[in-house]
Each structure stands twice: as C-alpha cells, then as structure tokens.
C-alpha cells in the first residue's frame, strides 16, 4: 500500500473496523468505472438501495431507455417493470462487489434491495416477495432489505431461516433493535434445525442517526429554553452509541454464543441516515462519532465525499461512550420528549416516505413504458 492508501480519512475509517457502504445506485454507476474508482479510492466495500435512490436514477439520463422499450414491447405491467430493471442493477452491482464478498467471507461485498415498501405491515408478502427477489438477482451477495416495523419480524425471522440473508431496515429505537436481534436469532435456530449452513447467512441491523435528531430538535426548539437548546443535534449519536452497546451485549449471550459456535456470524449494526441536515453541524458527525470495529456505515455520496475531504478519524469512537449517551438520552426526556413516542413517528413516517417513493418510482417507469409505446406505434 502507499502512504495515500493508508492515510486518507477513510482508509482510517476501515482500519478502526468500519465497512463503508455507499448509499446509491444507477445503470450510470454500472456503465461506468465510478463503483471501481471508490472502492479502489475511498475504501467502499458494499452498496445500499431503497426505493428512493431507484426513482432519482430512472429519473434521470437515458441509461434505462433500452431496457424499457424491451419491456413496453413484452407489454410488462408497471410493477413487473421495476421489478426487472431494479433487479438487474442489483445483480450487476453484485458482480462488481463479488471479489470484496469472497475476500471478506461475505461480511462485504453486499447489495441491498428492499422488499416493496407497501408490504411493510404484511409479513406474508414480504416473506413472498423476499424469496422472490432473492431468486431473480440469483447472487450470494445479495441482502435483502426488510423493515423493522412489528410484523417485519416476521418476515425477517422466516427470511433469515431460509437461508436468505436480510438487511433489517428502518430501525430507530433500542428496544425494536432488542426485537430484530431476536428476530435473527430465531431464524438461525430454524435454519439450523432444517440444516442449512448458517455461515452462509449475514445479516446487517440499520439503525437510522439523523432523522432521530431532525425530529427530536424540532421539539426542543420550540422548547427554546438554554437547556433544551444545549442538547442540539445530541440525540441521534447517543442512540446509535447504546444500540452498539444493545449488540456487545446481546452477542456475548449464552443463546448467541450456540449459534457462533455453529459457525453463525453476528448481525451487524450498520448506521443508516447519515448525510448531515442540520448546516451547524459538522457533515462527517454521523461517520467520525459513530466508528468502532464491526459497524457498516451506509454513506450518501456526499458525505462520503466529506469523509474522505475532512473526516477526522479518532479510532473507536463507541466503546466508553454509554455513560454519556445514557445522560444525553435521560436529559432530553427531562425536557418532556418522549423517546417512545419519536422513534415511533419516526418508524411511521420512514414507512410512509419509502412508500411515496415507490409510486414515485412507478410512476416515472410507467411514464418511460407509455413513451416507448407511443415512440413504437408512431
């Protein structure tokens, strides 16, 4: 290695034990080298996806263009549409990241894909169409995305025993982690009993940072007090640090220790949300506060450009830092915030915004069907 290779901010950020995911895709990431470029450049050893980043990239260029007008000409309904076009990007992305996925035993080298947001509340649907996508992107290094809601883990339990490998989304409180943690648990104990090779099975857990500070400095901004005020942009560091906490803890248990010792991996904390909303906050707090071995964090391109820029890496940021983020959570609730009744906002709302962009995203592919249609039979 050279001594650029060593001392960029986010090849520190990998030697703390940081997996760096960045949080995008497009047919134009693919056609080009840029996925090459950052994972040779700035360390990104896995990609994230979500029904948002799918409507921006279908939005924009003409990278998607030959693939519609063979699926207008095949007469595929709206959803069967995105379910190919998202897929097939999912599978190239695969191929691209597959040396990183053998190289790290498939701890990296992953791609996510998110079940349809609409299922949320269904867990026999998402179950459905989890093995559905699982079978059509055909590649080991897949995750499929599932949210966190209550009947996701479900979902996530039955995913997990078919030997799926799942990225458990949308989690915002410690005890719904305490839940999805479970929820992986069980489905371990299944596949095992139904002899499925549980090394083979990975799961990330992500736990969302910035929306919980949006939502809780709205509220003590309107409080307006010195006190209130002071605790700024505090709460959705502490929360991520004692959901890492909630990890060390849970996989040091006598039930986690069996599954290990069968050849199990850990489910992993990954931090989700991390582009920076507030301008007084500094863009790389989500990364540089939140490092410490075996946590993924998924990056909006910007922020990883910051990183990379600026990031000031101070090793492990986490461990040692829960009598503090304990005082941070417990101070905010003096405020007369109730924790319980934001991550449940949050959890709503995070369903909400993901379905929004799913008719989004239907809507600009039914919009390119109906264009190719018409561009045919002129």
Known sequence: MTDTETTTPTAQLSAVGVSIWLDDLSRERLRTDNLQKLIAEKNVV??????????SALAKGEAYDEQVRELAAKNFTVTDAVFEITTSDVAQGCDIFRPIYDATNGFDGRVSIEVEPGFANDAAATITQAKELFDKVNKENVLIKIPATIEGLEAITATIAAGISVNVTLIFSLDRYRDVINAYLAGLEQAQAAGIDLSKIHSVA???????DT???KRLVAIGTEDAL?????????NAQLAYEVYEQTFTTERAKVLLAAGA??????WASTGVKDP????????VELAAPEVVNTMPEKTLDATF?????AGNTISGSYATANKVLDAIAAQGISYAEVTELLEK????????????????VQTALDGAKSADNA
């Open 215 to 217: 939502e809780i400095d």
């Open 230 to 238: 002071a605790l700024k942009s505090k709460a959705g560091v502490a």
């Open 280 to 287: 007084d906050v500094l863009d790389t707090t989500y990364v």
């Open 46 to 55: 896995g990609v994230t996806t979500n029904p948002s980043i799918f409507a």
């Open 265 to 270: 991996n850990k489910q992993r904390p990954l």
């Open 206 to 212: 992500s736990f969302f940072v910035s929306r919980v």
């Open 349 to 364: 709302e995070g369903v909400e915004k993901f379905i929004v962009s799913w008719n989004e995203l239907l809507e600009t």
């Open 309 to 313: 820029d600026h990031g000031v890496v």
